[in-house]
């Protein structure tokens, strides 16, 4: 679990609603807080040349992926309404748009979701250009150098060899802290 902060544009874009409703709802966002569930999931995805520079990627959420993620909006739930919320509003299609109490909780706990219900996104690519030192099986080589293109480095989550079960941004960090001493032993 981790604090989300997103543009109120964007959430607004996702709140529910229509007409005084959906006005209402927006004019509360800045008495709301926003939390985000992170796991180390089994599915898998692929990337793929798109339109232009713009790639593919595609994404399959596997069932048991999705029950992690609804164990973690039943446990944000419940230590919202521990920490003092008056409405906890899970985002899960299917179920009630929002919970009054934490009478609600057994019920909630007791929805089984699909992937198709549940809002949910990814900012991080893992394991796309995978790292080694064949350059059939893999991108780059240990140095962050892709094979075949000359004086080309992938720095990002893509050289992860898989998804991380938290944010990812420190051992990013340390990587590019890496590659630029490469770089500039090198340059």
């Not at 198709?116 to 790292?131: D, I, K, R």
Request: charged fraction near 20%; glycine fraction near 10%.
């Amino acid at each position: 679990m981790e604090v989300l902060w997103v543009n109120s544009a964007l959430l607004a874009a996702r709140a529910r609603g229509f007409g005084a409703a959906l006005r209402d709802t927006i004019g509360q966002l800045h008495r709301t807080a926003f939390w985000c569930i992170s796991i180390r999931g089994s599915s898998r995805g692929q990337v793929s040349p798109g339109w232009g520079w713009d790639p593919s990627i595609r994404f399959d959420l596997e069932q048991s992926d999705v029950d992690l993620l609804k164990e973690g909006i039943d446990l944000l739930a419940e230590h919202f309404f521990a920490a003092g919320a008056r409405i906890v509003k899970p985002g899960v299609g299917g179920f009630d748009a929002e919970l009054a109490s934490a009478d609600d909780l057994p019920r909630l706990k007791a929805h089984r979701a699909t992937a198709a219900q549940l809002v949910a996104g990814g900012q991080h690519v893992f394991g796309t250009c995978s790292m080694g030192a064949d350059p059939a099986r893999a991108v780059v080589d240990s140095n962050h150098a892709a094979y075949g293109t000359e004086d080309l480095y992938v720095c990002d989550t893509g050289v992860f060899p898989s998804q991380t079960a938290v944010n990812p941004q420190l051992t990013l960090m340390a990587v590019a802290g890496r590659l630029a001493g490469i770089l500039n032993q090198r340059y």
